[in-house]
């Protein structure tokens, strides 16, 4: 993972770059980086802020075997991987909010988009879209995310080195990739857990069927979301945002 690496000045989005190499045949691991993106795309069609040279705008190119099933529970390993990345090279103990935001003190430092390309209801490719908020300072941001993001620099009080954190997620990435290859879901879901900000909290799930409210349970074989409601029902989550209760 890595080795097939460029480096672009500025770029739409480096999610569409992969995307295309990916299309061109490009193998898996290739990476596209850029020092900045101006239409930086997050989850459900959010906007992702993405100022020139200082955070880690990176892309990767997947072609996973498994069924489309596997897509979910990749988010999840990717969480886990870039969560080890950034504790092992800047320190901060980052946490992992479901299902794959990074956060520091219950503010955001970390965004992770996989976008699936399916072709006969089989998966064609993934680009794993990566956002680190690595050396991005306080005026780095619009007014309206000023109290819900941070960064590491902002975290740790030292400017990462944004190339040993790239080369640290694709080393974490590619020996958890060949852990679950190996092994299947289980071991990732337990580091998931591990890792995870959300477990024991009172949340709140926003999704196509309205708004629910209970306590984060724990991570199902699938990579759902267990959520307990008042009643001492587990009711499962595949998708959508959750919100956290602070306290
Ligand atoms: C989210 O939290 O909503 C996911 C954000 C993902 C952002 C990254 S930055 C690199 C890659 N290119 C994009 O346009 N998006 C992802």
């Not at 390993?77 to 870039?82: Q, Y």
């Not at 993934?126 to 306080?138: H, K, Q, R, S, T």
Request: glycine content about 12%.
């Amino acid at each position: 993972f890595g080795r097939d690496l460029t480096v672009l000045p500025k770029i739409d989005s480096t999610q569409t770059e992969a995307e295309k190499k990916a299309r061109n045949g490009a193998a898996e691991g290739t990476l596209v980086v850029a020092e900045e993106q101006t239409s930086g795309r997050g989850r459900q069609g959010r906007v992702w802020h993405s100022p020139p040279g200082r955070g880690v705008w990176m892309s990767t190119v997947l072609r996973p075997e498994g069924p489309l099933t596997a897509v979910p529970q990749l988010t999840l390993l990717a969480a886990v991987a870039v969560c080890r990345a950034i504790r092992g090279v800047s320190g901060v103990e980052a946490g992992i909010k479901w299902p794959n935001d990074l956060l520091a003190n219950g503010r955001k430092l970390c965004g992770i988009l996989l976008e699936a390309v399916v072709e006969d209801g089989r998966v064609r490719h993934c680009i794993m879209g990566i956002g680190i908020d690595a050396n991005l300072e306080e005026g780095d941001y619009p007014e309206e995310l000023q109290d819900k993001v941070t960064s590491l620099l902002r975290e740790s009080g030292t400017e990462v080195d944004r190339s040993a954190l790239i080369a640290a997620v694709m080393n974490e990435f590619e020996q958890l990739y060949m852990l679950y290859a190996q092994e299947g879901f289980e071991p990732i879901r337990l580091l998931w857990e591990s890792l995870s900000v959300t477990l024991g909290r009172e949340i709140v799930v926003r999704d196509v069927r309205g708004e629910r409210r209970g306590t984060a349970h724990g991570l199902g074989e699938q990579g759902e979301l267990l959520m307990k409601t008042e009643d001492g029902a587990l009711i499962p989550v595949y998708s959508g945002d959750i919100e956290i209760y602070p306290g």
